[in-house]
């Protein structure tokens, strides 16, 4: 059993809870009446299978701990499953259930055009047809994305081509009220030439005609990635634990 402030219900009253913050706006799909809890500052949510993570949280972590603890402990939550929670130390999590993994990242945000880069003249939407040459550019160069042709989760793929070849990719997984990048890369031999620069700010572009806010993930040791999103505009940061349960 879980002790709560305040059990919260609905997306509306969950985004009110966060102050509308750009994770929750992404996080809590437009068609779902997630179920939630306020705690000491804390707001945390459940989420329907076929979103992924099984839930998540903003505020301090100490109370999203204990909540989502006293879900693992009624059953509600399983081995297998897992979390996207504020930043948290192993030890920290550690104490609260088991864990088979724990994964440290950042969720960046802009609302800002990036500045026009070389190259991004180049990057165009893909098809469906292009899906064979999208697999095996992911295979070869991001083998642990999880964004990948097929995925009902993406909305769009973009690219660049060098002749016949594609050479850089990255998916809209856009949900909710915010864009999003997912799956951004490049060929092994292609790096250093500013295609990652010039499909991350084609890309935002594109979203930015749609959406009031646009955002990716990165994993906090990828330092280059975080220095190039920076410099595209990516200046606003919530760090993340994405905690899998054993």
Request: hydrophobic fraction near 40%; charge should be negative.
């Amino acid at each position: 059993m879980i002790t709560t402030d305040q059990i919260l219900v609905g997306r509306d009253a969950l985004l009110t809870a966060t102050g509308h913050h750009p994770y929750a706006r992404h996080a809590l799909w437009r068609d779902h009446e997630p179920q939630g809890w306020h705690r000491d500052g804390a707001v945390c949510w459940l989420l329907p299978p076929e979103q992924g993570p099984a839930g998540g949280a903003l505020g301090p972590v100490g109370p999203a701990l204990e909540v989502f603890a006293g879900l693992v402990a009624d059953g509600t939550l399983r081995a297998g499953q897992w979390l996207h929670l504020p930043r948290a130390t192993p030890d920290e999590v550690a104490e609260r259930f088991a864990v088979a993994r724990l994964d440290q990242w950042d969720f960046l945000w802009t609302t800002a055009t990036p500045p026009e880069q070389d190259g991004e003249e180049r990057v165009v939407r893909l098809s469906a047809a292009d899906h064979p040459a999208l697999d095996a550019l992911i295979t070869r160069s991001f083998p642990t994305t999880t964004s990948r042709p097929g995925d009902p989760r993406i909305v769009d793929w973009y690219g660049i081509r060098d002749g016949d070849r594609l050479v850089a990719c990255g998916a809209d997984r856009s949900r909710g009220d915010v864009g999003f990048l997912a799956g951004l890369t490049v060929a092994p031999d292609q790096r250093g030439r500013g295609l990652g620069a010039a499909l991350t700010a084609g890309m935002t572009r594109a979203l930015l005609g749609r959406y009031d806010q646009v955002a990716l993930g990165v994993y906090t040791d990828n330092v280059g990635a975080i220095r190039l999103y920076r410099r595209l505009g990516y200046t606003d940061t919530e760090p993340r634990s994405s905690v899998h349960l054993a």
